[in-house]
């Protein structure tokens, strides 16, 4: 299955009137780019991007939205002494996986997924100006799990990385590079906006390289990098399944005044509602 042409056309039309401004207000405004700058306050730069790299790859099978989970995880780490080598890192998460409400399921494989990242953990505690390239990141997090460099936790590490970088004011490179990041909301709004027929959960497993392309594609087209198109399209839908039972148009306005308010009112209601009707294109009548 290829992605639809036309709605990625529609997306797409809808997205390019959002200014740059907005994109960068937004990605602030992100309660994980929050979560980023306490871990930031608390460590030194290396000591920030080697944590917030290794929960990015265990932040999946969650029991919290992702927001609050982020900023439990940095309530914690921002108590913790400041790592110095990758075993400080993984010792970390022993201790935090234990007492944390957000992230309960699968400890002993996230721990066992940690231990196998420690070179790169122990690369960004040493030589962090390597990873100033994101594609540099998600090619040697890829090597280390011999994957493909598109799996929802490697190119999140990027994203995250990318949020500690933008509120460090470290430069950065291969921010085109990245693409969305697929996880359980996304794949809603893949279905939603009609980007793919098939319904989340297929979207989720087998049809999740055909959703990186749909929005590589929308990103193309709009001009917005994937990576920061994923904080403009994934924000607003926060719990958007609740709002959509009650009603496609009533979701179209949560979405809209969600956007409004992420972007501080650089996107107006009118470009906002156009934006929501693309993204919720259909209900989930699946």
């Keep these: 299955m290829t992605p639809n042409r036309y709605r990625v056309a529609a997306v797409a039309r809808a997205l390019s009137g959002v200014p740059k401004g907005a994109i960068d207000v937004v990605e602030t405004a992100d309660p994980q780019y929050a979560a980023v700058k306490k871990v930031l306050r608390a460590h030194s730069y290396p000591a920030a991007a080697a944590l917030v790299v290794a929960n990015a790859l265990i932040s999946y099978r969650l029991t919290l939205p992702g927001e609050q989970y982020w900023n439990e995880f940095a309530d914690f780490a921002s108590t913790r002494p400041t790592p110095r080598e990758a075993d400080d890192v993984v010792r970390l998460f022993e201790e935090f996986l234990q007492a944390s409400r957000g992230n309960r399921r699968l400890v002993p494989q996230k721990l066992a997924r940690l231990r196998r990242a420690k070179p790169v953990l122990e690369r960004l505690l040493r030589e962090p100006e390597r990873y100033r390239d994101l594609s540099i990141l998600v090619r040697d997090i890829a090597s280390t799990y011999s994957g493909r460099g598109t799996e929802k936790t490697i ?132």
Excluded: Q
């Excluded at 590490?157 to 004011?169: E, I, P, S, T, V």
């Excluded at 085109?176 to 906006?193: F, G, K």
């Excluded at 990576?227 to 709002?243: F, H, K």
């Design 155 to 286: 190119v999140f590490a990027a994203k995250m990385l990318h949020y500690l970088n933008r509120a460090a004011g470290v430069p950065e490179e291969g921010l085109y590079s990245i693409p969305v990041p697929i996880d359980r909301r996304m794949a809603l709004l893949t279905y939603t906006s009609g980007l793919l027929d098939d319904e989340p959960s297929m979207i989720m497993s087998r049809r999740r390289d055909e959703a990186i392309e749909a929005w590589r594609l929308v990103a193309e087209k709009s001009g917005i990098p994937a990576v920061s198109l994923d904080a403009v399209v994934w924000l607003p839908a926060y719990r958007i399944e609740r709002a959509l039972e009650r009603g496609l148009d009533y979701a179209r306005d949560e979405y809209a005044r969600r956007l409004v308010n992420y972007t501080k009112g650089l996107v107006r209601w009118g470009a906002a509602r156009r934006i929501a009707e693309e993204i919720l294109h259909r209900d989930i009548s699946y």
